[in-house]
């Protein structure tokens, strides 16, 4: 019963560009997940202009709406859990799709921001707030320290109620890094350090958003690079993953488990029944079996069915031979066997536990 919707960031023009460029943006990695089984809906952000932000907005909640529409008839006695996501400009049009979703009484479980700016005309500001529907709210925005595309103003983002669960985090990269487009090339880098403005007709007409002593207050052209090195970059963009994904995962499983009248968490989408096999011993234990879907990594299985990331070593060593030597990469397609937690005494548990800590 999930429904997941998401804009991305602001891009050029050509849509071949743009999908080599955002291939794999956070939003568009959180679209590619199974959990959604179809009811998924990827959109690019704006162009340059950003003239199509307030667009962007009304299609996705009118494709948001019909996809609720069609999952609550399919289990009427179930509320929809519908997850939306939005980078940059693009966080301000999902900002306004909640709002209208929010007019509409339809819930939001989970709303996850990345570094979301208000540059446009279309959206109005009293939209770019979180609404009372979103259950819990996740923003990863950039430090201000790393001196990013200082002439981006930020959405409001945040919460009208205080039921909202809202979690905001500052990571040091560039605007780019925190949505998952980290910048990679020396090219783009003066004395060191990432500049957003390598050339001058990009550089012509951007302005710094604070004012500078001794000008008497006047605004000037942004000349300067960033504070971030290309380093530095990488490192913040993983930090900013490894931030965000546990958080949604959680939201999911707790979708899952509320679903399922607090039984453990089910087989997610493309897993089997359970079927019942041999354990550790001779007692017999549960097995189920898993599909993996893309995005997936094995802390995630393991929270789907322990409700534990760290137990993950348990369903390696069951898969090991599939695997191979790296619990970090899995393949889409793999079928896992999932051992039964119940199988494994506190002391096996435990240690599982030390090794994912890498202990």
Excluded at 181 to 197: A, H, M, R, S, V
Excluded at 212 to 241: H, K, N, S, W, Y
Excluded at 264 to 279: E, F, L
Aim: charge should be positive; proline fraction near 6%.
């Amino acid at each position: 019963m999930f429904i997941f919707a998401g804009v991305d960031g602001t891009g050029p023009d050509d849509d071949t560009q743009y999908k080599n460029d955002f291939k794999n943006s956070f939003v568009n990695q959180m679209g590619r997940i199974g959990h959604w089984q179809g009811y998924s809906y990827y959109t690019r952000g704006p162009t340059m202009a950003g003239t199509e932000t307030g667009g962007l907005a009304i299609n996705t909640f009118a494709v948001t709406m019909a996809n609720y529409t069609r999952r609550k008839a399919m289990s009427p006695n179930k509320v929809p859990a519908v997850f939306l996501a939005g980078y940059s400009r693009g966080g301000a049009a999902i900002l306004k799709t909640a709002n209208m979703l929010n007019k509409a009484n339809v819930p939001v479980e989970c709303l996850v921001l990345f570094d979301a700016v208000d540059r446009t005309t279309t959206i109005g500001d009293d939209d770019t707030y979180v609404p009372p529907n979103v259950r819990t709210c996740l923003h990863a925005r950039r430090d201000p320290s790393a001196r990013s595309r200082t002439n981006f103003g930020y959405c409001h983002a945040t919460p009208k109620s205080p039921a909202t669960q809202y979690t905001e985090k500052y990571f040091f990269c560039t605007h780019g890094g925190v949505g998952g487009t980290p910048w990679t090339e020396e090219k783009y880098t003066t004395l060191g350090y990432i500049d957003e403005y390598t050339d001058a007709q990009s550089r012509a007409g951007q302005v710094l958003s604070h004012l500078v002593p001794g000008l008497g207050g006047v605004v000037v052209g942004q000349t300067l690079p960033t504070q971030v090195t290309l380093a530095q970059e990488q490192i913040g963009t993983a930090m900013t993953l490894g931030w965000f994904w546990p958080r949604l995962v959680q939201a999911i499983a707790k979708v899952m488990h509320r679903n399922s009248d607090h039984s453990p968490a089910p087989a997610g989408p493309g897993s089997s029944d359970p079927h019942t096999g041999p354990a550790n011993g001779n007692q017999p234990a549960m097995i189920r079996r898993h599909t993996v879907v893309s995005g997936e990594s094995l802390s995630m299985i393991s929270y789907q069915y322990y409700e534990d990331f760290l137990l993950f070593p348990l369903i390696y060593d069951a898969n090991a031979d599939q695997i191979g030597s790296n619990w970090n990469i899995i393949q889409p397609g793999m079928t896992f066997k999932i051992p039964d937690k119940k199988s494994f005494s506190t002391a096996q548990l435990n240690a599982a536990r030390q090794r994912a800590r890498g202990g």
